[in-house]
């Protein structure tokens, strides 16, 4: 009973800061020697830090994304076939982080999101653009 007290307290503490109108922070990368733009996103509860990231067509990108609700499972998903990529990164409790590999190759905007437990509906929301 005093663990569940203890996990309950906890998740009070660091596992309840909803996205839900927290600015957008927005990072522009450009390719590093190896030609790959790399990206790293961090999921808090419930938001992405950055929650919009600006890439080029045609060049790789390596998307880490770090799970920094220590007691939360999240997800960085992003449907996006038409531009050449399908996210669909789970990030497991404890730190867990995935690296997901892709080359994207139309120019718009497209939205990523977690999919897990309503969280998008907190705010857990992001876009990805990429330009010409």
Not at 95 to 114: H, L, Q, R, V, W
């Amino acid at each position: 009973m005093r663990v569940l007290a203890l996990v309950a307290i906890a998740v009070g503490l660091f596992g309840c800061s909803s996205g839900v109108g927290r600015p957008v922070k927005e990072v522009v990368i450009t390719p590093g020697s190896d030609g790959v733009q790399h990206v790293e996103v961090t999921a808090h509860s419930f938001y992405f830090d950055p929650n919009r990231v600006v890439v080029k067509s045609g060049v790789p990108v390596e998307l880490h994304v770090k799970n920094s609700a220590f007691f939360v499972p999240h997800n960085l998903s992003c449907p996006a076939p038409g531009a050449g990529f399908m996210l669909d990164e789970g990030l497991g409790m404890f730190g867990d982080s995935e690296t997901a590999k892709f080359t994207p190759t139309t120019p718009g905007e497209y939205a990523f999101f977690c999919k897990i437990d309503g969280h998008s509906k907190k705010g857990m929301t992001g876009t990805i653009v990429v330009v010409p």
